[in-house]
């Protein structure tokens, strides 16, 4: 058995002062709420502000999602909701597409236009929780269009509603439903955020290591990655867009992937608040401290939710859950034991709910800030992903970036070897998961869990429902709005096309549209499967 | 058939799934294996799929699926069926809820793989199935 970090540094059996020789309190962790903020943001901890309790939602109709968010805040979610759309939405075509028909409500909601929003906020509030919605990146432009304008017809003050609801443009690299060219969703990206920072929204942008991580790649990798990522956002932010570093840092969230290294996840994400610091500080020259504290969301592993005796999955979420605990996050959904099977059914949801509750309220694990800081061992291991982490963020930079780096493929090769290696190492043994490798028991004799089916019956029902609302909404209107964004997005590449999105989607022209209009003014195909073509001519 | 033509498997994911590190680690355990893998990646069709298993002559066609909508699979089964082809093994692995395996062989599927089996049992199967 490998006794070694997942990415690959031999470990000792035991950790001591010389270790950690030169370690300096002040410098290199400082008290809870002080620059560089390894042990965490906040002087009281959890005392003073709960992580968000949270589980992902998103199968079926709007309807259906709905329910579920219903039931999950009956369930004990507690400070936000999170919703993740399903694959014709995040791949920018409607469920009404010949494509798209096949797998709506399939992996998430079909929000595919301002009206399933609707349906899917239906009683649920904007404000007093914080609203995340996942997916892929250039829907996450029209998914801040919505939440605009639902706050409009509901007459909430936009500036009251916070969350994280654009999305990195990166996606597509890490195994994301994702398909649009890396050019395009950059633009897009850049001018939502500019838009929603500039209109000072408390909605931000998911800056993720969590999908590259879990397609396989390793902890320092991700952590260097992650502050790439940053590194080339904020830049274009502040370079091209001309904001200001300070309104810039208000922006990106990270949603960190955490497996069952316990002591390495922790040491992972202490590291990233003190590298985010030194970028903030050192290059982008930050003048406020509120700057230099990066938002930190933590994601259970689903990659180590096992097919095999699924119930031993509820015992690795109570782990990685106290990990996250215990290394000081600001929000937490889990995976959930059936991750291997299919979607959560309500019994898993329930569990991984009921598993942060018991981290949160029995272990005790929320009463003391940052209780690993100053052993040996996880100060050592801090320091190393650290210094992992630079040099491959390093070789990125060398590169020209990370999108120089995804040019050259760099992260694309990074990515492939190491799910190859990590293979290879289940396989022979040289790592071992209980219930796959060890203790393994007929299949017969494995506990048979709830399985929540998806039926195709579902996804064309979501299909007609795009069909019908394409016929009865104002359609001068729709084709109006369409034709402004596609004058919009014939201008230079960086004439803000926010504004006029938001106008077709109050309209509600639909995803696959507005995705569609934009593509055809900068030279693409309407639908990016080449299947049908634009119904309008501008 | 010329005995020492390598068997050859087209790899592939299906519809809108973009989660590639299954196929990722399949096609590479097959390529260890001695076996000739045609690596078609994304956002693939049913059609596509076909007229690349045509195309490029191949014994096996399998697919990853990853929480998915799977039963897109039969349109392979019924396009190569109306193109008189169904020596075509087709098999598919991924996160398949079990109880769905037996309605997916019985609409032609050869095989199924499920998160639980091993690297050999993969190649065995192919290796067995497919005698060139």
Known sequence: MKRETDYGHTLKAVYTPKDIEGFDYERDLADPGLSPYTRGYYPEGYRSRMWTQRMTAGLGSSQDTNKVLHKYREMGQRGGMCVIADRPTALGIDSDHPIGRKEAGVLGWPGGSLAEFEELMEGIPLTGQSITLLGSSAHSMIRLAYVFALAEKRKVNIEEVHGGV???????????????????????????????????????????????????????????????????????????????????????????????????????????????????????????????????????????????????????????????????????????????????????????????????????????????????????????????????????????????????????????????????????????????????????EDFKIPIQEVQASDSENIARRMEELKKTRNIPLVKEKLGQLYNDAKKENRYNLMPSVIEAVKAYASEGEIIGVIRLARGLSYDPFKMITCPFDF | MDNKKRIKVIISMMGLDGHTSGALVVAQILKDSGIEVVYLGTYQTPEMIVAAAIQEDVDAIGISFHASNHFLIEEIIELLRNKGKEDILVFCGGTIPEQQIPKLKEKGVDEVFTPSCTSESIVEYIKSKIRR
Not at chain 1, 192 to 197: D, K, L
Not at chain 1, 254 to 276: D, H, N, P, Q, Y
Request: contains cysteine; proline residues 3%; aromatic residues 8%.
């Open chain 1, 166 to 444: 654009l999305e990195y443009p990166y996606g597509s690299l890490f195994g994301q439903d994702d398909n649009q060219p890396l050019d395009l969703t950059m633009k897009l990206f850049l001018d939502a955020s500019e838009y929603a920072i500039r209109n000072k929204f408390h909605l931000r942008a998911g800056i993720l290591s969590q999908h590259f991580q879990e397609s396989g790649g390793n902890n320092a990798q991700a952590l260097a990655l992650e502050m790439a990522m940053l590194n080339e956002i904020c830049s274009f932010l502040v370079n091209e867009r001309g904001l200001d570093f300070d309104d810039v840092a208000k922006l990106p969230y990270e949603l960190v992937s955490i497996g069952t290294r316990f002591f390495e996840e922790i040491a992972k994400i202490r590291a990233l608040r003190r590298m985010w610091v030194k970028l903030a500080k050192g290059k982008f020259k930050a003048k406020k401290e509120e700057s230099c504290r990066l938002l930190i969301s933590v994601h259970t592993s689903g990659r180590t939710m096992t097919y095999q005796q699924p119930l031993n999955n509820i015992v690795r979420t109570a782990i990685q859950t106290l990990a996250g605990a215990v290394a000081g996050c600001t929000a937490i959904d889990n995976a959930t034991l059936d991750n291997a099977h299919a979607e959560p059914s309500a019994l898993a949801a329930r569990m991984s709910l009921n598993t942060q509750h018991i981290v949160a309220d029995e272990t005790g694990a929320a009463d003391v800030v940052d209780p690993l800081g100053g052993s040996y061992f996880v100060e050592y291991l801090t320091n190393q992903v650290e210094e992992e982490a630079y040099k491959i963020w390093n070789k990125i930079e060398e590169l020209g970036g990370m999108s120089g780096a995804i040019k050259k493929e760099y992260i694309q090769n990074m990515l492939r070897e190491e799910i190859i290696k990590k293979h290879r190492q289940f396989e022979t043994g040289e790592r071992t998961i209980v219930g796959v490798h060890k203790l393994v028991i007929p299949s017969e």
